[in-house]
């Protein structure tokens, strides 16, 4: 499929950083990302307020073609070139922020204590006041964090502007159910490759309620995405990978919980994490699981692929 970013001599990574590797040239984005229309090359130079129009036209034409589009009307930015201010703006790759933890409006999953957040590299962690949390400290995503780790939600630096500690929690939740939507339908949130989803289950799961000596987890079903072509991956309870789901997107929507509506994605997360959890069969690998709400339960039964093949809504 063609792409109308595409070069007809596209650049390496290496080739793609080093151009971008010089403050005029970034400047030079983030002024025709501030533009509507394309600006002809004076109204550029004019706006860029440079003295030397060859050094502006050299680094100019070290963009075009690979982030800068030029047309008739002028220069603007082309599909890499957003990509690339959009990153900027976000403060992805700009800022270093770092919040002590402050409470927020929301109780553990777990134990149902208050929960605190922080927000460092580039998300909102939560932690339980209360419990031990989710994981364990050797477990890989908790990134050296204290007692009481419970996930951590993916949230730019701009998601924290003119947001109370409340409101930048609920738009992480809103962010990343939209993430897991995404990995659920097969898709990377990154780079919108393929992802591949691997079936993970502790044969020695201890007690439901309580977090496994052997996994760290309170399921014994896991998973696992990674992108097929980027670095990106990620994972969790096995109930993720069910997310896209139609029948378990009507659940929920049915009893007024809405995965991307930040007023409800607190309450879908609870449906989420707290179901219950039935394995039929090992080989080959059948499960149940099942969600309750109000008056009803949805019972969804997977394959090793973590693919539903029965659904059963019950009052």
């Known amino acids: 499929m063609a792409d109308d970013a595409a070069s007809e001599d596209p650049l390496s990574p290496d080739e793609a950083f080093a151009a971008l590797g010089n403050e005029t040239r970034v400047r030079i984005l983030r002024v ?13 130079y004019d706006e860029m307020e440079m003295r030397d129009s060859g ?8 963009l075009v073609g690979h982030f800068v589009r030029k047309t008739e009307e002028g220069y603007e930015l082309d599909r890499a070139g957003r990509r690339i201010v959009e990153a900027i703006l976000s403060g992805a790759v700009t800022d270093d922020v770092a919040v002590d933890r402050t409470p927020i409006d929301e109780q553990c999953d777990i134990c149902g204590s208050p929960v605190e957040a922080t927000w460092n590299d580039g998300g909102i962690n939560l932690y339980c006041t209360e419990c031990d949390g989710r994981y364990d400290h050797n477990h890989r995503r908790n990134r050296g964090s204290a007692e009481g780790y419970l996930g951590t939600l993916l949230l730019p630096p701009a998601g924290l502007r003119d947001r109370s500690a409340d ?15 995404s990995m659920a339908s ?13 079936r993970h289950v502790c044969t020695d799961h201890g007690a ?3 977090s496994c000596s052997a996994c760290g987890g309170y399921y014994a079903v896991s998973v696992g995405f990674q992108c097929t072509n980027c670095i990106f991956s990620s994972g969790g309870a096995g109930v993720l990978a069910l997310l896209s ?25 609870e449906l989420q994490m707290n179901y219950e959890e039935r394995i039929l069969a090992e080989d080959p690998f059948e499960a149940e699981f099942t969600f309750r709400a109000d008056d009803e339960t949805l019972t969804l ?12 809504r019950e009052r």
Request: net charge negative.
């Open 32 to 44: 025709l990302g501030d533009e509507d229309d394309p600006l002809s090359f004076s109204a550029l």
């Open 55 to 62: 050094q502006f036209n050299y680094h100019l034409d070290k």
């Open 167 to 181: 409101a930048a929690a609920q738009a992480a939740w809103t962010r990343t159910n939209l993430e897991i939507l």
């Open 186 to 198: 097969g898709l990377c949130p990154r780079c919108s490759a393929t992802i591949e989803t691997k």
């Open 208 to 210: 439901t309620g309580e």
């Open 245 to 269: 789901n139609t029948d378990l997107l009507d659940f929920l929507t049915d009893h007024g919980h809405n995965p991307v509506d930040p007023d409800s994605v607190r309450a879908v997360n």
């Open 301 to 312: 039964t997977v394959d090793g692929d973590l693919s539903v093949v029965d659904s059963v």
